[in-house]
Each structure stands twice: as structure tokens, then as C-alpha cells.
């Protein structure tokens, strides 16, 4: 079965950086987008953005300006970075496998607060 | 504001069927397939319908997926108590070069 484990800061000031990591076991990691999405109450759920493994991405155009996702194929692992955050980014984000993921990752509560 | 529009909510009493709808356009549902999810409170949604009506492994049949033009349905017959979740659909969209998902329904099992 796949499982993906995600970590990374859940409270983060206005500019800092949200920082966070999927790893991913149980299945193959080539040959698959992976994807970031975001939950909040006021926005649903959102599309970050997504990594293949050979390290091309797809951003969400109205983040893609504070967004970065990398991708290490020998960890099974990726990564997103978001710049410049704000309260308006507060949401549980989730990682997943797929361009519309069928297995997510736990969820990481990130909230921005001063 | 979601792309997908979903009822806020839906009821029924057990052993019910009930059905949930997904409204799209062209761009999204109308050249894709759809996928619904399952998701309980604190929990990471769960895969419940893939590539509009296929059920993963595990998933009971009283769970079942349809589509028509630029618009989707999740239907749950013989409802149970342990239904009662929120429930999203989700596509691709070619405008956005993305995935696109539902505001979510509540159901409720009275």
C-alpha cells in the first residue's frame, strides 16, 4: 500500500517561508506527478502545484510567483517551498501522488500568525 | 468560490439512497474525468471514485460514480451511519493546467 508522510513547521510568521516534506513508500515513486494541495475554510481545497519525477513542475498561477517544488528521487521524497506567507496561506496543506491525487499525505496544519 | 459547484449539504436516513451532484463546464468536467472523495473531520480526504465511476480496491459498491456532459454524480445507496462525512469531486481543468475541486458536501445521516 502507498503511504505518504509529510513534515515541516506548523506556525509561521507573516514573510517567513513555509517549508515542507512528502515522503513516499509502498509503491513506485518514477512515473508519477506529485502534488501539493491546500484545505482551508474559506478556499476549499486548492492546487499548489505539482513535481514529475524527472523535476518538471506545474504551478498554480495565482501562487506560482512565492512557490518552488523540488524533488530527490533517491530519498523518494519532494518538497514544496512557499515565500512570503501570510495569514491568507493558513490551511492544512496535503501532499498526494498523482495529478489529481489518489493518496494523500496526513496533512500538515500550517498556520501564519504575528 | 470553488471551480466545481456542490451542494453545501444533503440528508437522508439510513438505508437511503442519496446523491450528491458536481457541476463544471467544458474546460473541466466536460473533457475529463472526475474523481469523488471521502473526508472525515482532521482526517486527509480518501480516493472513493476514480475516472468517473471506477471504484478503488476496498471501496463498497453502494458507492457508485456517473457523468453526463458537465456534470457529475456520487450516489450512496443503502446509506450507514459511518457515511456521514464531507464529500468533494475533482478534476482536471484545461484552463488551469490543474486539478480542480468541489466546495464539498456535508452529509448527514439521520
Known amino acids: 500500500q502507498v503511504r505518504l508522510q509529510q513534515w515541516g513547521a506548523g506556525l509561521l510568521k507573516p514573510s517567513e517561508t513555509l517549508s515542507l516534506t512528502c515522503a513516499v513508500s509502498?509503491?513506485?515513486?518514477?512515473?508519477?506527478?506529485w502534488t501539493w494541495v491546500r484545505q482551508s475554510p474559506g478556499k476549499g481545497l486548492e492546487w499548489i502545484g505539482a513535481?514529475?519525477?524527472?523535476?518538471?513542475?506545474k504551478y498554480n498561477p495565482s501562487l506560482k510567483s512565492r512557490v518552488t517544488l523540488s524533488i530527490d528521487t533517491y530519498k523518494n521524497q519532494f518538497s514544496l517551498k512557499l515565500t512570503s506567507v501570510a495569514a491568507a496561506d493558513t490551511a492544512v496543506y496535503y501532499c498526494?501522488?498523482?495529478?489529481?491525487?489518489?493518496?494523500w499525505g496526513q496533512g500538515t496544519r500550517v498556520t501564519v500568525s504575528s | 468560490q470553488s471551480v466545481l459547484t456542490q451542494p453545501p449539504s444533503a440528508s437522508a436516513t439510513p438505508g437511503q439512497r442519496v446523491t450528491i451532484s458536481c457541476s463544471g463546464s467544458?474546460?473541466?468536467?466536460?473533457?475529463?474525468?472526475v474523481n469523488w472523495y471521502q473526508q472525515f473531520p482532521g482526517m486527509a480526504p480518501k480516493l472513493l471514485i476514480h475516472?468517473?465511476?471506477q471504484r478503488p480496491s476496498g471501496v463498497p459498491d453502494r458507492f457508485s460514480g456517473s457523468k453526463s456532459d458537465t456534470s457529475a454524480s456520487l450516489a450512496i445507496s443503502g446509506l450507514q451511519s459511518e457515511d456521514e462525512a464531507d464529500y468533494y469531486c475533482?478534476?482536471?481543468?484545461?484552463?488551469?493546467?490543474?486539478?480542480?475541486f468541489g466546495g464539498g458536501t456535508k452529509l448527514t445521516v439521520l
Open positions: 475533482a478534476t482536471w481543468d484545461d484552463t488551469l493546467s490543474g486539478p480542480v
Open positions: 475516472t468517473d465511476y
Open positions: 513535481i514529475y519525477h524527472d523535476g518538471n513542475t
Open positions: 509502498g509503491g513506485f515513486f518514477t512515473g508519477y506527478y
Open positions: 467544458s474546460s473541466n468536467i466536460g473533457s475529463n474525468t
Open positions: 498526494g501522488r498523482g495529478r489529481i491525487p489518489d493518496w
